[in-house]
């Protein structure tokens, strides 16, 4: 069964345990493979049927526990100055609480996509090709101008 925190349903089905990895040494960091936004989608939703809580889990309601969660997520970034990728030097528990809002976030996200009838993938991959157009690494390399500011 999946477990829950705070309404939500962890991805990977644990409680308890290393949902974050100890950080790595520097190079390429990817996802595993599994569970996709799909599995993540039904499983929240399994989650919300099961405690009828859809009918509070409408479109306001969840972009207003997204930025919550969002804003628990930024409590634990403030004050600290730059951080560094894969956060080295912070605590084991510390980067834990980070895997924790991330997942809500992340869930929170995908039931909003939901609601709203957004195919998330499609429109991340839509939105990627729209900002090459927008920013075209020949044009922008190495600067974080808007794009609204470029000449050509």
């Not at 390429?28 to 989650?47: C, D, K, V, W």
């Not at 930024?74 to 991330?102: C, K, M, N, T, Y």
Request: proline share 6%; with cysteine; glycine share 6%.
């Amino acid at each position: 069964m999946a477990a829950q925190q705070n309404g939500s349903v962890h991805a990977n089905g644990v409680a308890n345990g290393p949902a974050s990895p100890k950080p790595s040494e520097p190079g390429e960091f990817s996802f595993s493979a599994e569970p996709g936004l799909e599995h993540i989608r039904r499983l929240q939703a399994e989650f919300t049927a099961e405690r009828d809580w859809s009918q509070f889990h409408q479109p306001r309601n969840l972009l207003l526990a997204l930025v919550g969660e969002v804003g628990e997520l930024a409590e634990l970034f403030q004050w600290r100055g730059e951080v560094a990728e894969g956060l080295p030097d912070w605590s084991d528990a510390d980067r834990e609480r980070v895997s924790q809002e991330l997942s809500d976030v992340c869930i929170y996200l995908v039931e909003l996509a939901e609601k709203c009838r957004v195919d998330l993938p499609q429109a991340v991959l839509q939105k990627m090709e729209l900002n090459r157009r927008k920013y075209p690494a020949s044009k922008v390399h190495g600067s974080s101008k808007k794009y609204t500011e470029y000449t050509d």
